[in-house]
């Protein structure tokens, strides 16, 4: 009796391995070469390039500007302004501008009241340019414009009052001229001072 024939089936191996080696092969041909910079990757960023400091300005120095404190008001001149003051034997600055005035290298004074002990501080400098030019200005922004100290630009007067305290300050030339007292309580008061000391200043 003949017998019954069986299908053989072969093995799917062969096909699926086939596939899988062309996975494989697109894989490797998809992927970047050992080394191979990706074109579509940033260049990578160099470090920034050392600046160059520029080396600091040096400070302008106090211009010394030393004077006997007669040489800038006289005898005559104190007692034209008013007889009871004198110079001041203890005298020591403490007004802002007079203060401002010897660290500028001035030379700072006092006037003494016999009568009712009041101080008149004044003084003048010679600050380097920059120093004279900002405090021209601090003047401008903090005080009122006196014409009748002089004329601009040969000379620029400014007044200020603050509490008690009323401060006359001149430009001219070099030099920066301050007031300062409880004395002067409108510019007027320190009209006569002011004129005699800008007489008084060495030629610039």
Do not use: K
């Amino acid at each position: 009796m003949p017998r019954p024939l069986h299908l053989v089936r072969t093995p799917a191996f062969g096909p699926v391995l086939v596939a899988a080696a062309s996975v494989l092969l697109l894989a490797g041909c998809s992927g970047a070469m050992p080394g191979a910079t990706d074109p579509a990757a940033p260049p990578a960023s160099e470090p920034p390039a050392a600046t160059a400091t520029a080396p600091a300005e040096p400070a302008e120095e106090p211009v010394p500007f030393e004077v006997a404190c007669d040489a800038l008001l006289s005898a005559d001149d104190v007692y034209a302004f008013n007889p009871n003051y004198g110079a001041d034997p203890g005298f020591e600055p403490s007004a802002d501008g007079i203060v401002g005035i010897v660290d500028e290298g001035g030379t700072a004074c006092g006037l003494l009241n016999q009568t009712n002990g009041a101080v008149i501080e004044f003084g003048a400098a010679t600050p380097p340019p920059g120093a004279l030019e900002t405090r021209r200005g601090d003047a401008a922004l903090s005080s009122h414009v006196v014409p009748t100290y002089g004329t601009p630009p040969d000379l620029e007067g400014y007044f200020s009052r603050a509490g008690d305290v009323g401060e006359a300050q001149v430009f001219t030339g070099p030099y920066w001229v301050v007031i300062d007292s409880t004395e002067l309580i409108e510019p007027g008061d320190a009209q006569a001072l002011v004129a005699a000391l800008v007489a008084n200043l060495p030629a610039g």
